[in-house]
């Protein structure tokens, strides 16, 4: 099913984007590979395993990922499948444009409020504020995230994270993805 509600937000910024992350949010489709999950150590550790736990995370080490990438009138779907058991599904609504919008992701409790810089034909999430259970939370009291995704060698490279001042990585998961 092709939409435009990527595209829409992108508007005339969406020709930036890698031609693959262009079709992938236009059409949908699904990616499969390898994710790898890290936690921090120490009190980080303990942190980015309760994190992980919220966000319905495999353990840590190497995993199964399938990604399926749709679109309904409220926004983007990514059903996120881990070893073929454990799911994350988040929803992505579009608020405006690029120029003076963000896009409201709901993952479970957990709903952020996101802009996209665009680098070198990627994507690239920056988070405006949070909240959890429908409590807004100050930027500064939850962990920083780095989110990304780009085109490398035909494969869809992705990096998410989160650290918290001080004490640092509390948890991350990456890989590269090929589309299905």
């Excluded at 595209?7 to 059409?27: G, V």
């Excluded at 190497?62 to 994350?88: A, P, Q, Y």
């Excluded at 918290?164 to 990585?169: D, F, K, S, T």
């Amino acid at each position: 099913m092709t939409s435009n509600i990527v595209k829409n937000w992108f508007a005339n910024d969406f020709s930036k984007l890698a031609p693959e992350l262009q079709a992938l949010h236009q059409y949908g489709g699904k990616l499969v590979g390898k994710v790898d999950v890290v936690l921090g150590t120490g009190i980080a550790g303990i942190l980015g395993k309760r994190l992980q736990a919220k966000l319905n995370l495999p353990p840590v080490g190497t995993n199964d990922l399938c990604v399926t990438i749709s679109h309904s009138d409220v926004g983007l779907h990514w059903d996120r499948k881990f070893n073929n058991t454990t799911e994350m599904k988040s929803t992505f609504e579009p608020i405006k444009t690029i120029k003076d919008g963000y896009w409201i992701e709901k993952t479970g409790p957990l709903q952020m409020k996101l802009t996209v810089d665009i680098k070198d034909h990627g994507w690239y999430w920056r988070c405006l504020s949070f909240s959890l259970f429908g409590v807004l939370l100050p930027v500064w009291m939850f962990p920083k995230s780095k989110a990304y995704k780009y085109i490398e060698e035909g494969g869809y490279k992705f990096y998410v994270g989160f650290e918290a001042p001080v004490i640092g990585l509390l948890l991350s998961y990456s890989g590269t993805l090929q589309k299905q």
